[in-house]
């Protein structure tokens, strides 16, 4: 029941949004807002059944690699297996499926959904293995994120303009429902064994090293693919669902390749699962079925969701966000992005774990209350940011980037290693389910009817702004309760 409401709570937010704005200003017409509801109704029951999956078969999986992990003395092994799950993770993602078929879309095949989706998963393999032996050589945490936004902001300077945008936008692709709880689960497995505050310390970060390989990836990628040809790229991300008469048909049609899609996708995995069945975990009978029960409500799951997601419930996020955009008056476009950020956070369920965490790391004395309220009025204005970068010429987005990460980098100096590691995983938490495809899709159809304006320039870069926001947040609060414990005299928070 709580995995439903959860499913639930994601969805239902936007969609009230979406009836109250199809009632007053924005009209949508009986046939995509039909579609938009099937498509809502989709994800939620998608949602449920793939998180059901998750618990079943990836979170135990991630713990048995924890496990298996520190039982195993040589360091190449922790590598291979740390970068084959890694990997193969990010490849099942159905959240980094979404984005990555609208940078095909919008490019019209130029940057191929395939190749953002293989780009990203060495990514994340490849630093989800970083994050793992990092403990193991006692680097701090604040020293590895400095070397690699280093890294980061030293490409974005060689990497063409247009690829930048998608390039932050890909750690909110990989932190779905599927890639979060996995990493957590290894984070967990590793290093709950080990005595001391170390051990708490390194359970955090781990999310926030992960997706920026996705950054560093994809920044890679457009340096070797800097001569594609973009050319043909949609400036208005449109779809024929909208105008389809068959609303049965818009659905039924995305089926097949979806399953086909998703089934290459998991199929890696399960693979890697059978391997390590033989020769490390070797479970029981009943507890290796569980494990292949959880694989089929993942891939029903998926299905489920993508198809909802394509299907009509992102279209509608187009037409709004064109739709209101047109309007003469921009505040109006600039007021609805705030009031999406601000709601499309409260949704996501791991928002109010964080908040927990922190209310408990500093013994009630930052509420959990006051982060979640922090987290909706920052995501709020995140999206009010993108929208304005959107209709303002010139706005670029390195504008917000640059100043907010050089800033989180600087602060992760001056505040407890705790909250360094909980902030910088916190990015990951606030661009979920509804910023890949409902915000997306609505600063697309923002970018469409702005003269000037490219849908691949400007339509994406608002995850990464989102994502910026929960990271400078908890940094501030991490700070404000290292100068008010210092004035107490409490010293729990100077090591």
Same mark, same amino acid.
């Given at each position: ?36 509801? *099937? ?46 799950? #890694? ?40 630093? *989800?293995?970083?994050?793992?032996? !990092? ?6 945490? !604040? ?40 990493? %957590? ?8 064994? !080990? ?17 920026? #390989? ?27 669902? *909208? ?6 048909? %818009? ?74 955009? %047109? ?61 304005? !970068? ?13 100043? #907010? ?39 697309? #159809? ?19 702004? *989102? ?18 414990? %210092? ?9």
């Amino acid at each position: 029941m709580k995995k439903f409401r959860d499913a639930v709570f994601s969805v239902i937010p936007i969609t009230i949004i979406v009836l109250i704005l199809n009632f007053t200003i924005v009209p949508l017409g009986t046939t995509p807002l039909i579609k938009f509801l *099937i498509g809502a109704v989709l994800i939620i029951f998608g949602l449920f059944i793939f998180l059901i999956g998750v618990d079943i078969a990836i979170i135990p999986m991630g713990d048995m690699l924890g496990s298996t992990i520190l039982e195993t003395n040589s360091i190449w092994k922790i590598i291979l297996i740390c970068f084959l799950f #890694g990997f193969s993770i990010s490849v099942v993602e159905p959240v980094l499926h979404i984005v990555a078929g609208q940078i095909d879309y919008v490019t019209a095949g130029a940057i191929s959904k395939s190749l953002i989706i293989i780009s990203v998963s060495i990514g994340v393999g490849v630093l *989800i293995t970083l994050g793992v032996i !990092r403990p193991m050589f006692n680097i701090p945490l !604040r020293l590895c994120l400095t070397i690699i936004y280093s890294i980061i902001f030293i490409l974005a300077l060689i990497a063409p303009p247009e690829f930048i945008s998608i390039s932050f936008d890909a750690p909110g692709a990989t932190t779905g429902v599927l890639t979060v709880p996995f990493i %957590s689960s290894l984070a967990i497995g590793l290093f709950s064994k !080990r005595a001391g505050k170390e051990s708490e310390e390194d359970s955090f970060g781990l999310v926030g090293i992960t997706t920026s #390989g996705a950054v560093i990836a994809l920044l890679i990628m457009s340096i070797f693919v800097r001569n594609a040809d973009l050319s043909h790229t949609i400036n208005h991300y449109t779809s024929n669902n *909208i105008t389809s008469s068959s609303i049965a048909g %818009s659905f039924l049609k995305l089926v097949p390749s979806i399953m086909l899609e998703t089934l290459s996708a998991l199929l890696p995995i399960v693979i890697i699962f059978l391997v390590f069945q033989v020769i490390s975990f070797k479970l029981s009978k009943n507890s290796f079925l569980n494990i292949i029960k959880g694989f089929v409500h993942t891939f029903i799951g998926a299905v489920l969701f993508l198809t909802g997601a394509n299907g009509g419930f992102m279209d509608v996020g187009v037409t709004i966000g064109g739709t209101l955009t %047109s309007f003469e008056n921009k505040i109006v476009v600039i007021l609805f992005g705030f009031l999406l950020g601000a709601v499309a956070i409260l949704a996501e369920p791991s928002v109010y774990v964080i908040s927990k965490q922190i209310e408990e790391v500093t013994s009630g004395y930052i509420k959990g209350s006051l982060i979640i309220s922090a987290f909706s009025i920052g995501v709020g204005f995140a999206v009010a940011l993108s929208v304005i !970068r959107t209709i303002v010429p010139g706005f670029k987005l390195w504008y917000y980037l640059l100043p #907010g990460y050089a800033l989180a980098v600087i602060l992760s100096y001056f505040v407890p290693n705790l909250f360094v590691g909980i902030a910088f995983d916190s990015g990951g938490v606030a661009t979920g389910l509804m910023a890949a495809t409902f915000i997306l899709a609505f600063a697309q #159809g923002a970018a469409g009817v702005v003269e000037g304006s490219n849908a691949l320039v400007d339509g994406f870069g608002t995850i990464s702004i *989102i994502a910026l926001m929960p990271v400078l947040t908890l940094l501030i609060f991490g700070l404000i309760f290292k100068v008010k414990s %210092s004035k107490g005299g409490t010293q729990k928070d100077e090591q």
